[in-house]
């Protein structure tokens, strides 16, 4: 059985779980968050939801601004 | 001071690292990992080297062809 559509790795499901955990920490809107990191809102949220399959090198970008470890994203 | 180089990301270098690792454990060459893997052997000694920017699908991906956890790859 092909798979057309999109997989989404559990390592993306797990990254936005822990963005969107870390943001309520924050108290945060995704719009003020975003705009604090730098990022554009619509971005973020399709982070949140596991819908973004980012490089190494963005989650690390992206753990970098929010200041944490990478491995933070990474791990439920 | 702007930087044009590409910047190798601490995540792609463990992954690198960990994929080093986990072939000597198994006392594989990069060709007949690679073979076994279904991966191009040149692919799979770039990632060795830290050069590739892997995405978080190909990560886990790679982690499961493996028959290893996502996160043994992305931790030393």
Chains 1, 2 share one sequence.
Do not use: C, I, W
């Not at 999109?6 to 975003?34: D, H, I, N, Y």
């Not at 090198?57 to 470890?69: K, M, Y």
């Amino acid at each position: 059985m092909h798979h057309s559509g999109r997989v989404t790795s559990e390592l993306q499901k797990t990254v936005g779980r822990r963005l969107r955990e870390r943001r309520r920490e924050l108290g945060l809107s995704q719009e003020a968050m975003a705009e604090q990191l730098g990022y554009h809102r619509t971005f973020l949220g399709s982070v949140e939801r596991g819908e973004r399959n980012l490089t190494l090198a963005s989650v690390e970008q992206l753990a970098t601004s929010l200041g944490v470890p990478a491995l933070d994203l990474l791990r439920d």
